[in-house]
């Protein structure tokens, strides 16, 4: 079970701040969901070392961040994705 307290703002760490690796990622599934019309469908194959569940993940917290939702599903290992 976890341990919970209650501390003052002052004794807690400050988030750590993005990496530059990290806002690129972000941004390239961005860039993802803003290349997808209305009507199309995007398709995303996992390349070495990444899942389809981490993929469609990344997609749907693209759309959110961009405004936007995502429907993804996954067959036979690869991602496709539609935007609204």
Do not use: C, H
């Not at 803003?34 to 469908?41: H, L, N, R, S």
Request: avoid cysteine; charged fraction near 25%.
């Amino acid at each position: 079970m976890a341990e919970f307290a209650v501390i003052r703002d002052s004794e807690a760490p400050r988030p750590p701040r993005q990496t530059g690796r990290l806002a690129a990622r972000m941004r390239e599934y961005e860039k993802y969901v803003e290349q997808v019309p209305q009507g199309k469908v995007g398709k995303l194959v996992p390349g070495p070392g990444e899942t389809p569940r981490s993929i469609a993940m990344r997609i749907s917290r693209a759309a959110r961040r961009t405004g936007k939702s995502a429907n993804t599903w996954v067959v036979d290992g690869v991602v496709y994705f539609t935007v609204a």
